[in-house]
């Protein structure tokens, strides 16, 4: 399609809302940590229209043919290629207020705007960034070589405005609508750690319009709309259920209830504040927390400390390993009737096909087996080659409630005992932070291309989940202490989908 007969431009502004932590790397580490994020010309976290236009059109991809994709988003191809026709926007960040900063804050106007208390918090993270520390487990329980990194983000809850502009030959584009969808589609992931319960966006508002720029009237009305992203005049509300239903695969959602104690990751603060603590000293391990941003009817935020973190990668890596665990029992793999140099192939949970299937691998890791159909095109077998998982693990945030901490949050001592004396070692006390019996929302997005994974997989899997929930596979830290056991509560739907897979329980 020629651009130059596209007489009519839709538009569309919207506010992307992190359910999650989001991470948009720069590209490179800066010196000091290895994933610093990406900021705008006032040291503000934002979205790059790169970003969200390689995302939107790979998910576009995933539901048409590549001709289709070419014809929207533009390629090239040697001397061939075509623009694309939509034109998106960088997103950027919202005060507290909900509204979105733009252009370059300057003179006192500017440093007044900065001390925003939702913005002032952002801009002090280029100095003290909020960092979320990752480390790859072997099979044994202990880190890989090489697999502990950092990853720099921006707390869940911030708010982003946005547009994008579509176009097109006539007012009734069929793509448009098909377009704003993928906007609300829940595989939308923006950033780094998608597969580890990073980047998830949801779409709080949504406005758009179409502009037949041959008509005086519309070319009126487009030369009267704002620049200002907060402000929507000329543009109607999309009615977002009449958007076309996009191909998610399935949503898992669990509820895991805590059978007595847990404490997932390391945190550096008590959920305790300082008061609470003057009478003891901070306990030596804590849970890992983190602050989120939380919105009120009236469209004001507020940044709230109270919320004790379940990252997404602390329950796919136990999941992913129990999946290898799984899926050796039901092909018959057993160590003990293995030579010693087939059993170091199966090494590491990250060799096993069922995992690759599910999970992913990189290309920077070569398995020691050789690459199955699934894992590369066959013109690629014998190089290296790496593909993103097709199962989504949310974050989860645990709300503490202040009038009820002493209830939600327990303190144990632990010490060591002399075998021979029968007394504590020396310097071998120490003090452990835990939550009690406080629930854990679960959510897992299946991807559509899980329904063609080999159903051996897809078994492994419904079983480790199955573990999961009657208390077999414990998650954080504890579990040889009976810490980390939950018994979890799948919905309606998620009960159908491990039946399907045929697992079951009471």
Known sequence: MNRLDCAVVHIARFTFQARSALSIGTGGADGVFDHPIVRDANGLPCIPGTSLAGVLRHLWRQDHDLASTNALFGFQQGQDGAGSRLEVATAVLQDSQGHPVQGLLLGAAGEYRLRDPVLGPALTTREDPNIRDRVRLSHRGVAQDTGKFDRGLLLAGYR???????????????????????????RMRLGGGTRAGLGAMALPQLSAGSFDLRQAADRTLFAALSTDLSLTQGLTHFPMASSPAPAVGDILSITLDPRDFWRIGQGSRSLRSTAQLAQGKVPDLLPKQEAVVIWDDQGHARIS????????????????????YHWNLLAGQFAEEMPADTFAAWDKSDHCPGVRALFGHAKDRAPHLPETAQDSEPSDVGAPVGRAGLVLVDDAYVAIDPARLEEQVQTLIHNSIDRFTGGVRKRMLFTEELIYRQPIQLRITLLPAVAQAEPRARRAFARALGDL?????????????????????????TRAWLAAQGETWA
Do not use: N
């Open 305 to 324: 400390r109270r919320f004790a973190l379940v990252p997404g990668s602390a329950v796919k890596g136990a999941l992913a390993h129990r999946t290898a």
């Open 160 to 186: 982003f405005s946005g547009e994008i502009r579509l176009w097109s030959p006539t007012t009734d584009d069929p793509d448009w609508p098909q377009v704003l969808a993928l906007l609300s589609d829940p």
């Open 469 to 493: 929930c009657t208390g077999r596979l414990a998650l954080g830290a504890g579990a040889t202490k009976g810490h980390g056991s939950f018994q979890g509560q799948p919905d309606e739907h």
